[in-house]
């Protein structure tokens, strides 16, 4: 096969490629889960937030992604280096599933177990640590597995404002009409997703409570 | 407090509703409510859904608070007392036992103990103890709600809220749920325990039997009042037409098992 004999004679650039690529996802999405997570707990805690904030975290989604790679070029600091700017993209999108599963975790915590928890005399604080977030914890964690997973997909589009990737190869491949040096961005970005989502899964399992 | 402290104190009743009403989106739930709890007494609210028995209960403990009035715990307004101090001193059981599910039978009923900072060596023992007071075997402290019959995980939410020894326990229809022969176990455990423990109970139930059964009086409510306080030989011939109504409710079964028992 033309494509394995690519990736083996460009083992080194592939590596690299990959570990950029890495990068983009694994920044990203920290950013999305330090912000997504406290503001999916402020809007389950008051109702009257959670309209706008998930409206806006929606409308962020339907951005299509390279539109939104060319509206964030303008802003100082961020459009002088492409991978800040991608990162940046990557996080926003990241955002909405991340919101949405804590809210909904948060949520689902069967109102009897929160009246108990209140009526005992915890305070806000010990019931989100101790009774919230560990029974959100594996709709959570569920949320970021899809913002990963769709993270390195998109994060291949970040190639095309140059801020490296697997995304490299893709274009590359497509400006030669070279399938196999497609696949040799494509394959691996694959393999990042399905190890991902397995990986986030098991941990989900495992803190899934009972 | 020594239990013989000199009399000139004021007795204080250890709850008393002052003129209490709640309404909540124009809807009168609780109007003109007073009721004093003695001190060691199980006082039961009696009503059908609605009749505003469990909004009463929830103003005890500050899981909702009156338009008007006030709630008096041993004399002192309840909002005087900081809130989360007031909680952890009452006990507070609801139907569905509401345990964490994430947490261990040992856990649950440790938890005030270590909110408030017990060391963990008393939290066992307590823990322990209190697993014996509710009949519950030993072995069962590393099982999860989840592995418990209706019966266990609601003597699991009692002894959760008698962990701390509060002196106040708040019930809130805690054997509704339960299968008729445990309600009855239950009941009955919980007439001893209380026989030995001496606890201020406010106990909310729809069940006539069960008021008759378990309470020193009965507070009978219908949409958002009392009707009447009491003894529960009294109420048997009170000619409250409420009262009355309730009698014929439950009626039929009342004077058939008498009936049985007397032939």
New interface residues.
């Given amino acids: 096969m033309n494509v394995f004999r690519f990736i083996l004679q460009n083992r080194a650039q592939v590596v690299e490629l990959t570990l950029e690529h890495l990068w983009l996802v694994g920044l990203s999405t920290l950013f999305a889960a330090v912000i997504g997570i406290p503001l999916g707990i402020a809007i389950a805690h008051r109702p009257r937030l959670n309209k706008p904030v998930l409206a806006s975290a929606n409308i962020i989604q339907t951005i299509p992604s390279l539109a939104l790679f060319g509206f964030l070029l303008p802003l100082p600091w961020l459009g002088e280096r492409a991978d800040r700017l991608a990162i940046l993209a990557l996080t926003l999108y990241a955002l909405l599933p991340i919101i949405r599963n804590t809210y909904t975790g948060i949520r689902g915590v069967?109102p009897?177990?929160l009246?108990?928890?209140?009526?005992?005399?915890?305070?806000d604080k010990?019931l989100l640590y101790?009774?919230e977030l560990?029974?959100a914890v594996s709709v959570i964690l569920s949320g970021l597995r899809v913002a990963i997973v769709i993270s390195i997909g998109l994060a291949t589009i970040a190639a095309a404002i140059g801020a490296g990737g697997l995304g490299e190869f893709i274009f590359r491949g497509l400006a030669m009409v070279d399938n196999s040096v497609i696949l040799a961005g494509a394959i691996p970005a694959a393999i990042l997703a399905l190890s991902a989502d397995f990986g986030v899964g098991l941990l989900e399992k495992r803190l899934r409570?009972? | 407090m020594p239990p013989d402290a000199p009399s000139v104190a004021i007795e204080f009743a250890a709850i008393e509703f002052r003129d209490v009403s709640y309404g909540v989106a124009g809807t009168q739930v609780l109007s003109g409510f007073n009721l004093e709890v003695q001190r060691g007494e199980t006082l039961v609210l009696l009503g059908r859904s609605g009749s505003g028995k469990t909004t009463a209960l929830k103003l005890v403990?500050r899981?909702i608070s009156p338009t008007s009035g006030e709630v008096r715990v041993n004399g002192v307004p309840n909002t005087d007392i900081d809130?989360?101090?007031?909680?952890?001193?009452?006990g507070?059981v609801?139907?569905?036992?509401?345990?964490?599910?994430?947490f261990t039978v040992e856990r649950n009923i440790g938890?005030?103990p270590r909110?408030e900072g017990w060391p963990e060596e008393r939290i066992r023992e307590r823990v322990q103890e209190m697993m014996r007071i509710v009949s519950m075997p030993a072995e069962m402290a590393t099982r999860?709600p989840?592995q418990l019959s209706g019966g266990q995980r609601q003597r699991v939410?009692v002894a959760?809220?008698l962990a701390a020894d509060p002196n106040i326990l708040?019930m809130d229809e805690p054997f509704g749920a339960l299968d008729p022969l445990t309600r009855d176990e239950l009941q009955r455990e919980f007439l001893s325990l209380q026989k030995r423990l001496h606890k201020t109970v406010i106990f909310v139930t729809h069940d006539l039997r069960e008021a008759l059964r378990l309470g020193s009086r009965i507070a009978l409510m219908e949409s958002g009042q009392l009707v009447t306080v009491l003894a529960p030989a009294e109420f048997l011939r009170c000619s409250d037409p409420c009262a009355k109504a309730y009698l014929r409710a439950f009626g039929g079964d009342h004077e058939e098992s008498m009936h049985r028992g007397a032939l």
Avoid: C, K, S
Wanted: charged content about 20%.
């Fill in positions: 069967d009897a177990v009246e108990a928890a209140r009526g005992m005399g915890l305070t010990q101790q009774v560990p029974l409570t009972r | 403990n899981l809130v989360i101090r007031l909680r952890r001193g009452i507070y609801i139907q569905d036992a509401g345990l964490f599910p994430h938890l005030v909110i999860y989840h939410g959760r809220a708040l």
